[in-house]
């Protein structure tokens, strides 16, 4: 039965397969053998050429379902004070910065930039006095913009011609100087030198807050919620507990440095994301003209016309916070992170209020109380654990005395 319907559908099949000739209206039917061997080669060179025809259908699709992966740009650091990311080429400063270690010259200079940003709470100190907060801050960053116009002109680097670049100057220059300068100098007329550099110290746990928060590439890890942590318990430890019941204005003074500190963080993230690929003196020199620009007015209409009619340790006290605190400490800091690294000169910020309190216990003779203290020191933790190279050498000794045993 099986064979049956097998030749019935052979048959039929080579009937179907025959080649008819019209020629002069009579029909000739090629040989059998003939016609077998024409289908035969016909069907496999068809086989053959339909699955090549698939199989490049197939490669194209899965070609064009894979998922594109952009290009990895490389991450170098870079100030006005933050980590930026250069497009298409790699900075200078970007090879393996957290490896850098310091060496004598590197340890000079982040002495030095530790004393000329710590004489900077000590030097407004003493032109408030005689000077209103925001027009010292006018000072600090007016005196040290031809400074550093001198120094690009030394350097040949042109000024930009984009207005996007410039708007990002001006933005700059409010969050990294304009806002914190004037903060930190209204919040010293309620609080010593020493107290407001102790609370700057700040700045460090609050800007890994918020690049976590504003940046993918800075995740909020368990060590920076830690540190942040540490920061907060030193700040309370000097603000005090009475602080959350009691009306104090030493408490606003506090507050405004504080401030200060949240809106350096800020800088951070800006400069990161609109001014990573501008050379960093040249991000220095744009954010101090923004910041003039921003606060001459302000002080014509709140604290009026400055003066010049000043004492001479007034003028000595303004022209070394913008010369030396401000136009050389930016020379220095990125000497240094050219030298060091971010990570290691994220040190600074520890030896600051120190060199603070030293100049202020001297020649004001501000004493620092035994709170103040206590919340320098978990500062300085939180910022120990922020960096996390503390917590690795602890832990790496710890192995290494286990093993041994």
């Known amino acids: 039965m099986l064979l049956a319907s097998g030749a019935k559908i052979i048959g039929s099949a080579s009937k179907a397969c025959s080649p008819v000739c019209c020629r002069s209206s009579q029909r000739v039917i090629l040989p059998t053998r003939s016609l077998q061997k024409i ?48 497009p298409m080429k790699m900075s200078p400063m970007s090879k393996a910065q957290h490896t850098l270690k310091i060496n004598r010259i590197s340890a000079l200079l982040l002495c030095s930039l530790a004393l000329v940003w710590g004489g900077a709470f000590f030097f407004g100190q003493i032109a408030l006095e005689d000077v209103p907060s925001v027009t010292v801050a006018l000072h600090r960053v007016g005196w040290a913009v031809p400074a550093l116009w001198i120094v690009l002109c030394l350097k040949g680097i042109k000024m930009p011609r984009s207005p996007h670049v410039w708007i990002c100057f001006f933005i700059m220059g409010a969050l990294n100087n304009a806002i914190p300068f004037s903060l930190i100098l209204w919040g010293q007329t309620l609080i010593g030198s020493s107290l407001a550099a102790i609370l700057n110290g700040t700045t460090a746990v609050f800007g890994a807050v918020v690049a976590a928060i504003f940046l993918s590439d800075e995740p909020l890890t368990l060590r920076k919620m ?11 430890f000097i603000m005090g507990i009475e602080a959350l019941t009691d009306f104090d204005p030493r408490n606003l003074g ?56 000043l004492a001479p340790k007034v003028w000595t006290s303004l022209i070394a916070l913008s010369l030396v605190s401000t136009a050389l400490a930016y020379l220095l800091y990125f000497e240094i992170l050219r030298r060091a690294g971010s990570a290691n000169l994220m040190l600074v910020t ?49 192995r290494q005395f286990k093993n041994a045993i």
Not at 42 to 59: C, D, H, M, N, P
Not at 226 to 236: F, S
């Open 39 to 86: 289908c035969l080669k016909r069907s496999v060179s068809g086989a053959v050429f339909i699955a090549y025809r698939t199989k490049q259908k197939l490669e194209q699709t899965d070609l064009n379902n894979q998922p594109h992966k952009p290009t990895q740009q490389p991450n170098f650091a870079q100030e006005t004070g933050c980590q930026g990311t250069l």
């Open 350 to 398: 520890l030896l600051i209020p120190p060199v603070t309190i030293a100049l202020s216990h001297t020649f004001l003779g501000e004493r620092v109380e035994q709170e103040a203290l206590y919340g320098l020191g978990l500062i300085a933790l939180g910022l120990g654990v922020t960096d996390g190279r503390v917590l690795d050498l602890m832990s790496k000794r710890y």
């Open 254 to 309: 506090q507050l405004a440095v504080l401030t200060a500190g949240l809106s350096y963080a800020f800088a951070g993230v800006w400069a990161k994301r609109h001014l990573s690929t501008q050379p960093p003196i040249l991000n220095a020199f744009g954010m101090l003209l923004g910041s003039t620009v921003l606060l001459t007015p302000i002080v014509f209409f709140i604290e009026g016309a400055p003066t010049v009619a």
């Open 226 to 236: 830690i540190g942040a942590l540490c920061g907060l318990l030193g700040v309370a």
